[in-house]
């Protein structure tokens, strides 16, 4: 018996041995495994993919080890092992979700959308409701055009899981670009209040804010976007043009600028950035930019589109003859482009080649019978006579088109001004309100902050200010500015300057909002910094100005005339840097002056011009600061009424040649006679000589003005 016992003792102690083994070989396997996460979790995906393998000879049909090994694979690159992986996987279990997943996003990466579809559509045929599936297949049908199914792909997401991330920002990103902005912001507002650090998530929700009209709360979100943002130059520009379309220049200039010192050499960014100095009114960086830009690109076509922004800054500049030039380059270059057209024909109009500029927009129309800002320059270049006429057809026809909003608003314009030459008001009217509605609904105007920086102003230069300053910063007479509301004849009046024989214009220059802009990018706040200025900073700005105010003047003029209607907000400024300059503020009716500023489209600068209540609390707003000006200012301003110069344009010349130290030149009243460049939108006008077809021009259309009429009569 003890042998057989003996015996039996052996095996029983050979089974425990070989338990023994196989609990440690399962101890191995699983520290393995777990060794392999770690080295993942480092970052050290070679030694966890040598780990999982060293389990998988062990376990050769683990799903989970087969299916992370995929992974690893995929993240190196090996994308075509990792998918033999994933297909054992499925292979021993079709319904391994995390397996089919892994494997439609190893298909993506290969580009093969249609057998990644495939994937996760087997997957939802066992999991219906996998998020992650139907998000990820809502972003194929997006990629393949189907966006009304990648919608309710997302939206079906969103109905199982209202916080998930990943489906919330595709969903905002998809109505973004459908034009659904309101959509787009509601649904990116969502995601943000989960994922709360992703700039460009921010930067899409400023740009949906943006569209909804809601630009205080997208110049906000652009501005997380921008405390967040990493060094990705496509990041800098996308910000760039963002700020560029909410009119933040200084904003725009950051971020462009932020690019150009990450791709100093990239054509686009010069681009971008040579349009944010024009805007910040640095003409001279702008062109500097725009040439720097010129010398990188290669690519014909961006080539044109910076030969055609050059011509834009020239005609800035006033260089009238070189944007002509750019813009010849411009059509060499790109001879369909009907914006280059229709540029080319204003340099024609600033130069008063009617016949040519009008030749110039016909071909930009022929080019893009849907272009409205062409439509609007060819129906400001001519007196319609009858709306059975080519030009207001053709305008009719194109608004019967499915036309952009912005060129809807041109076209508009362009309508009201056929209509009123043909004295159909009512029409003309309606026109106008439609066009000056789609403005207003993208710009509206913050008509409380600048009544606040109105007050401010007043406060900074009140009567105090001048009696305290003493020795004057710069004695120049040379100086003209002529402020007003636009409309109101400044252009008339710089015309009649010009003509003169010891006389010129220098048209809008927007050298002294350049200061203040300068000004403010350094630190200061203005107004209220301009007191504490160091008289020696105050002198250069001085000398700055003057530079650019005698550019292709000729040194033989006694006074030069800057007529930027706008320098009425800097009055102060002026009058500190130039107590002898002359100061001509000119007035028209303010009716007459509010429905000329209605009936326009100004490039920049009036977005308070484009709602007829906000328009008259702005007229009033500068009538307040403009009688301030005239009881503080060491000089007062000279005033010169449009209707009383239009009924007796001699008296009001001599008395405007007297108060400039000016002796009577006959030439200022045969002004329409001189052949010097005109920018402005009175170009046509001040060609003529002097006609009162303009003087109570509204009362043709009393009957629309009670919202006008309101806020005129309400204190400013």
Request: net charge negative.
């Amino acid at each position: 018996m003890a042998p057989g016992r003996i015996r039996n003792g052996n095996r029983m102690a050979r089974k425990r041995q070989r338990a023994a083994r196989t609990e440690r070989q399962s101890f191995d396997l699983q520290a393995a495994f777990r060794q392999a996460g770690e080295a993942f979790n480092a970052g050290q995906l070679p030694r966890a993919e040598s780990l999982l393998k060293k389990v998988l000879r062990q376990q050769p049909e683990s799903l989970v080890v087969l299916n992370n090994l995929g992974f690893i694979q995929h993240l190196q690159g090996r994308t075509t092992e990792a998918i033999g992986c994933y297909q054992r996987v499925l292979d021993i279990d079709p319904r391994h979700a995390g397996a089919r997943f892994n494997m439609a996003k190893a298909f993506i990466a290969l580009d093969r959308s249609s057998e990644a579809q495939e994937q996760l559509r087997l997957l939802l045929q066992h999991e219906p409701t996998n998020a992650e599936a139907l998000n990820e297949l809502g972003n194929l049908r997006h990629a393949a055009g189907y966006v009304n199914e990648a919608r309710e792909l997302y939206c079906d997401v969103l109905a199982r899981e209202p916080n998930h991330p990943h489906a919330l920002l595709n969903l905002g990103e998809l109505s973004r670009a459908q034009g659904d902005f309101e959509k787009a912001a509601q649904t990116l507002r969502r995601y943000l209040d989960v994922e709360t650090g992703d700039e460009q998530a921010w930067l899409s929700y400023g740009e949906a804010l943006l569209g909804s009209g809601v630009a205080d709360e997208a110049s906000a979100a652009f501005g997380r976007a921008a405390e967040l943002a990493s060094d990705e130059v496509a990041f800098w520009v996308r910000l760039g043009e963002a700020w560029l379309h909410t009119r933040n220049w200084r904003g725009a200039l950051h971020a462009y600028q932020r690019a150009r010192r990450l791709a100093p050499q990239d054509p686009t960014v010069s681009l971008g950035l040579a349009r944010a100095c024009l805007e910040a009114g640095e003409l001279e960086a702008a062109e500097c930019s725009v040439a720097d830009a010129s010398l990188d690109s290669h690519e014909p076509l961006q080539r044109a589109e910076l030969l055609n922004l050059l011509g834009v800054v020239r005609l800035a500049r006033q260089d009238v003859q070189g944007a002509e030039q750019a813009f010849i380059e411009t059509l060499q270059a790109q001879p369909n482009s009907a914006l280059a057209r229709s540029n080319f024909g204003l340099a024609l109009a600033a130069q008063g080649r009617r016949d040519e500029a009008q030749a110039a927009f016909r071909q930009a129309i022929e080019l893009d019978a849907d272009f409205g800002e062409a439509y609007r320059n060819l129906s400001h270049s001519q007196h319609c006579e009858s709306l059975d006429s080519e030009l207001p057809r053709s305008i009719a026809a194109a608004l019967q088109r499915d036309t952009s909003e912005m060129s809807r608003m041109h076209l508009h314009f362009a309508m009201g001004k056929q209509s009123d030459d043909c004295g159909a008001h009512d029409q003309a009217f309606t026109h106008y309100v439609r066009a000056n509605a789609i403005h207003f609904r993208r710009f509206p105007f913050d008509l409380a902050a600048f009544r606040r920086h109105v007050d401010r102003i007043r406060w900074t230069f009140g009567c105090d200010y001048f009696a305290n300053r003493t020795a004057p910063v710069n004695t120049s007479r040379l100086p003209v500015f002529v402020v007003g509301m636009p409309r109101s004849g400044t252009t008339l009046i710089e015309q009649v300057i010009g003509s003169h024989r010891q006389g010129a214009g220098r048209s809008e220059l927007r050298k002294i909002e350049q200061l203040v802009f300068r000004l403010e990018s350094d630190g200061g706040v203005y107004p209220e910094s301009v007191p504490e200025l160091p008289y020696t900073q105050l002198q250069v700005m001085a000398r700055d100005y003057l530079t650019e105010l005698q550019q292709a003047s000729g040194n033989d003029c006694a006074r030069i005339v800057d007529k930027m209607p706008f320098n009425f907000l800097h009055l102060g400024l002026i009058a500190t840097l130039f107590p002898n300059a002359g100061i001509v503020h000119c007035r028209r009716d303010p009716l007459d002056t509010c429905l000329s500023n209605y009936f326009q489209y100004f490039s920049a600068g009036a977005d308070y011009s484009y709602d007829l209540a906000t328009l008259g609390r702005y007229y009033r707003a500068y009538e307040r600061l403009m009688s301030h000006w005239q009881e503080t200012l060491p000089r007062a301003p000279l005033k010169i009424n449009y209707e009383a110069f239009v009924e007796d344009a001699e008296s009001q010349t001599r008395i405007l040649l007297d108060y400039l130290d000016l002796p009577w030149d006959p030439a200022c009243l045969a002004f329409h006679e001189s052949p010097r460049n005109v920018l402005t939108l009175s170009a046509w006008q001040v060609r003529r000589p002097l006609y009162k077809t303009a003087m109570q021009r509204s009362r043709h259309y009393q009957a629309f003005l009670a919202p006008l009429c309101a806020a005129l009569e309400e204190s400013g």
